[in-house]
């Protein structure tokens, strides 16, 4: 009962004096902003970080999306290797990086989803100056939901006390004006469609205007100029996972790639398909839809996409559990269902497509990114030239 007690005691002092160092490393970075959102999360940190560089800014950001990784005041990136799962204890481990090396800004994407961990996140770990929220929309709603208005709710929990929340004009103004409110928080809202179309010309990859001008006014808010910081951002390293088009000659067949792997809502999925079509024009659609076994909910989502929205000409299925994926999408597509769920090598997929198809091909990636989609986006990055839209 007393080496319980003493046992105790030490990890209580060692967590006090844990959370001393954090408080103290946590006071040498002048700057930090917090990127939440339902999709676009990993991209808008690059670009607030690419745009606060070419200001002469020293700025360190942290993503956590598809391929976690540290970004470092040159733009040269590390990855971050994890023992198991991701876990906000991973933001102490920035923070003491970051208060070293005597930086003005960092920026990183919020890693949390339940509402537990978001709160400590802001409250007790980061304490951020700036808070983004890029958008809010139906995903992880295993989690945070069940309706859209409780994702809301739970990523109202990263609002900073006493700084700024930047996010687009939308449904959720008067609920985040009283949040805000309440923390003494200023709330800047950004609009899209302010954004030229020439501006997304300008990206070597598919780029978002909601994204881009929530950066922008980031950036704006800590006094950089739009063309200072716009010139950062567009020649900046895109995230592994952001939709990108390639295209790639096998056999004869003229291939284009569109990744919307990383697309975490049906609404980000539809805007990159929309994409696609066009630049697809004329060729055979085919869907690389690729599953998670820990992700049920998704499924049933892109059901109702394919169903109403999304029409190709032959659905692929990858990744897990291709018996009850088969059973759920069966319903909603009317075209050729072919099932490569127990194929894993890529060579082998493009194989399997290019052999039975003639002609044009757009190939459309969209579910997931892990496992298949991952080998995917390599294969056709390693191979393929980029095509601009």
Known sequence: MVYILISGFALFLLGIIEASFHRNNRARIPTIIHVNGTRGKSTTTRLIAAGLREAGLRVIAKTTGTAPRLILEDGQEEPIKRRGKPNIIEYLKVVSFASRREIDILVTECMALSPEMQWISEKKMLMANIGVITNVGADHLEVMGPLISDVAENMALMVPQKGKLVTPDGKFNEFFTKKTRERKTDLILTDPQKVP???????????????????????????VKEETSLAGMVKAEPDPGVSAVKRIVIRNSDILFVNAFAANDNKSTLMTWEIAKKAGSGRTAIGLLNNRSDRPLRIFQLADLLQESIK?????????????TRRVIKGSFSGELVDLTRKRKVVEIIDNLVAKEKGDLLLFGFGNTRGAGEEIIKFFKENGEGVKC
């Open 197 to 223: 179309d020439r501006v997304l010309e300008a990206f070597p990859y598919i780029s978002f205007k909601e994204n881009i001008a929530t950066a922008l006014k980031v950036c704006e808010l800590l006094g």
């Open 312 to 324: 190709l000409d032959k659905l692929v299925l990858l990744g897990d559990w291709g018996f009850n």
